[in-house]
């Protein structure tokens, strides 16, 4: 294939199958805990990480890993102890993040708006070797806990209070997903930019679960779904000459419809399988029974 034959185009593939892999595996928690936009939230904070690192002059990939990590600690300690006023200082942090990441880009020698635009958006293309090793050492620590600890995580995200009981370290558990949204978020901003890295996070897990019907099958469908819509997005984006963030997430969109078109026909089919089981197990009283076949008591 002509596409395998630059250099770039080889680490952009990479780079968007980890990516497909690595967002729906901690996306399919945040689902599950009803905290979706957690992933567009934990982005608005790293992009002063990028800004720092254009400042510092050193990689903005590590250091907006350093701030997303410490962003989403504070955040789930504001989920934790905010109480009536956590939303808004949520909202703070998140505008704060945003603007702090604008202002020290603009500080910086190295800083420019395509720069930003980059980061904001995806730029597949960019992925340098470096980036690379970043990415994929980041990627195996979210797979990992995600793999390794999915049946704690589940728990958790299931029923806090009943975690607890089994002797679950609840708090500790919510901060790991947390912190593992956060490194999550870092590595996909090359690919699906920190605007749009929440949709990779959310949508495959929730076409998925338009036909699924447990957690191990969800979890499975929606890596599956992630890995085909980033690499046929990058792909595309190669012939096209789209942005690659843009056009996988519209393509996870499209399969969603298609799944979401699917869970009723599926549902009927099984709701009739259910129901032909249910009539082969019915217990059918012989019509030659007599009335001194029953027992008195």
């Known amino acids: 294939m002509e596409i395998l034959n630059y250099a770039f ?16 595996a901690i996306g399919i928690y945040l689902v599950q805990r009803r905290q979706a936009l957690m992933g567009d939230g934990i982005g608005h904070v ?6 720092l690192g254009f400042l510092l002059n050193t990689s903005p990939v590590w250091v907006a890993t350093a701030v997303a990590v410490l962003g989403s600690v504070v ?11 956590g939303d808004l200082a949520l909202a703070m942090l ?13 500080l910086s ?7 930003l635009g980059t980061y904001l958006f995806g730029s597949i293309t960019t992925v340098s070797p470096e980036d690379m090793t970043t990415i994929c050492v980041l990627a195996a620590l979210v797979l990992l806990i995600t793999v390794g600890l999915r049946r704690q995580l589940f728990a958790v995200c299931q029923d806090e209070e009943f975690a607890r009981v089994t002797g679950l370290p609840v708090r500790l558990m919510n901060l790991l997903i947390a912190v593992t949204a956060a490194v999550t978020v870092t590595v996909a901003m090359r690919v699906v930019g920190l605007l749009l890295v929440s949709a990779l996070m959310v949508i495959p897990v929730a076409a998925a679960q338009q036909i699924s019907r447990s957690f191990a099958m969800t979890f499975g469908l929606a890596i599956g779904i992630g890995v085909v819509v980033t690499l046929a997005g990058t ?3 190669y012939y096209v000459d789209v942005p690659s963030g843009a056009t996988i997430v519209l393509l996870a969109i499209g399969l969603f419809v298609v799944f979401t078109a699917l869970a009723a026909p599926l549902a009927k089919k099984r709701a009739k399988a259910a129901a ?7 217990l059918e009283v012989s019509g030659s ?3 001194a076949d029953d027992v008195s008591v």
Do not use: H
């Open 276 to 282: 032909g089981t249910a009539k082969g197990c019915t």
């Open 94 to 106: 998140f505008y704060g993040g945003m603007a702090g990441g604008v202002m020290l880009m603009s």
């Open 289 to 291: 029974r007599t009335p």
């Open 9 to 24: 185009m080889q680490r952009a593939l990479l780079a968007a199958l980890i990516v497909g892999v690595t967002a729906p």
């Open 235 to 237: 792909t595309t984006s």
């Open 75 to 85: 955040m789930e300690l504001i989920r934790w102890y905010g109480k009536t006023r």
């Open 46 to 51: 790293a992009l002063t990480g990028v800004g």
């Open 109 to 115: 020698d190295a800083g420019s708006n395509a720069n």
